[in-house]
């Protein structure tokens, strides 16, 4: 049915740090167990279809750079079969677990809605067929309720109950995809679901919107028996100005007014952390923090760029830090770290696409390993344990026992003559620490 384009390369294998070929995994050895458990299970990688296989290297001021022969004639069945195969094919050739797709990605374009079902299930069929023949597993499904047309004015959130309803029919349709191909998870990222300007948009109804919609998507999965995690992904804007899912504690603000904080998770995407004008490690920590941390989107933005540009990931410090978080959270439980990135524009040799994942999967590892030497060296945990002692003793728990006022708290200042002396929060010696792990 369709020429293996990536025929010519051989498996990605762990060869150690001092391996010669470029393509060979130095520091991800996916069955060497760290604290307890192995990499592979651990880290749970996912490629992307979106941008891996289906974005052509446009941007807003040229067109497409790269020739992938599915992408070259009519987007037709062919073509998305062409895709499919190939995209599991070298999920398969980077010996990673899992790939993560929008019912778009992988289906025939569709003109009506019926359509689109009937052209997701001829999809479902074949990818059914694909994760057996290489033995790969889906991280997460999700459905595209930004790219066409009809969602300008977002999905959940459009002034347009017919919009709404055809993204109803979408997202059911992925939910049920992603059911069937034995998904861990299913990702709403609602990169339309804000606005443009408050001069048109009334807030409290697209709010209310967006949580009957979150509602019923979580009834849905309960009906149909789904055991994955509902996952939104947060990003503060891009496409629109301002974006409902900010960052993880709007999100969880969110959650608790519609009833929904037990049922639904994050997907915590670095670029996106970057975005809200946080770092990644405190989009996993307040997540952790609010009890709904669930998986990784991977890729990061550029320093003096203040858009997605969805590079992967390249710092060991960044992703050293983001793993202390994740080891913190007690590591995945149905979640993965996603690679939602792109190759640059200029990248066009099929070889580019595995020089990205190669160096980032090894960059992900090695974050694993420098946080798991850092917990079990214990200094970190050790000196934060005892920044806050004060908070087991006496006082801590007299702050905290139901009867005792503000006034109570405010008297025993003043009765014991409280003097209290700054203490040192020893930053300087903590960033020496993890820069000797590094
Ligand atoms: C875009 C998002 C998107 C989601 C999936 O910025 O990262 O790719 O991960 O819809
Ligand atoms: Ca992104
Ligand atoms: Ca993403």
Redesign the pocket.
């Known amino acids: 049915m369709s020429a293996d384009y990536f025929a010519s390369f051989d498996k990605i294998t762990y060869a150690g740090p001092e391996a010669t070929s470029e393509l060979s995994y130095r520091y991800y050895d996916k069955d060497r167990v760290v604290l307890g458990k192995r990499m592979e299970d651990h880290l749970r990688f996912a490629v992307c279809m979106w941008h891996t296989f289906c974005w052509p290297g446009n941007d807003i001021f040229g067109a497409g750079t790269f020739q992938r022969p599915w992408l070259s004639g009519p987007a037709d069945a062919k073509a998305a079969a062409s895709k499919r195969a190939n995209a599991l094919s070298f999920v398969e050739k980077l010996d990673v677990p899992f790939y993560c797709f929008h019912d778009v990605d992988v289906m025939e374009p569709a003109n009506t809605a019926a359509e689109h079902m009937a052209h997701l299930a001829d999809a479902v069929d074949h990818l059914e067929e694909l994760q057996q023949k290489h033995g790969r597993k889906l991280l997460w499904g999700t459905a595209n309720l930004f790219s066409h047309p009809r969602f300008a004015a977002g999905g959940a959130t459009n002034p347009d109950p017919e919009v709404y309803a055809f993204g109803a029919m979408q997202v059911r349709g992925a939910l049920d995809a992603t059911h069937r191909l034995g998904g861990s998870g299913y990702v709403l990222w609602g990169g339309r679901e804000g606005y443009e300007t408050l001069l048109n948009t009334n807030l409290g109804r697209e709010l209310d919107n967006f949580g009957r919609f979150l509602s019923l998507v979580v009834e849905h999965k309960h009906k149909i028996g789904f055991k994955g995690t509902i996952l939104i992904e947060p990003?503060p804007h891009e496409p629109t100005k301002h974006q409902y899912d900010f960052d993880t504690a709007t999100v969880y603000g969110f959650l608790k007014r519609y009833g929904l904080e037990n049922e639904v998770k994050v997907n915590i995407?670095a670029?996106?952390a970057t975005l809200s004008g946080h770092t990644f490690e405190h989009e996993l920590a307040m997540a952790t923090t609010l009890g709904i941390f669930g998986s990784i989107?991977a890729?990061r933005g550029d320093h003096q760029n203040g858009w997605?540009t969805?590079q992967f990931p390249n710092s060991v410090e960044e992703l050293t830090l983001a793993l202390i978080e994740v080891i913190r959270a007690g590591g995945f439980t149905d979640g993965g770290f996603n690679f939602?990135s792109k190759v640059r524009r200029q990248s066009v040799d099929a070889e580019d696409l595995f020089h990205g994942h190669v160096g980032a999967i090894d960059v992900v590892a090695r974050g694993l390993l420098n946080a798991a030497a850092l917990i079990e060296d214990g200094r970190l945990d050790a000196f934060r344990a005892e920044r806050y002692a004060g908070w087991t003793g006496e006082l801590g728990q007299l702050v905290h026992a139901p009867a005792t006022s503000l006034a109570d708290i405010a008297d025993l200042a003043i009765a014991r003559d409280l003097r209290p002396a700054p203490k040192s929060g020893k930053q300087e010696r903590l960033e020496n620490l993890i820069n000797r792990f590094i």
């Open positions: 990003k995407e670029n996106h989107d890729n997605d969805d939602d």
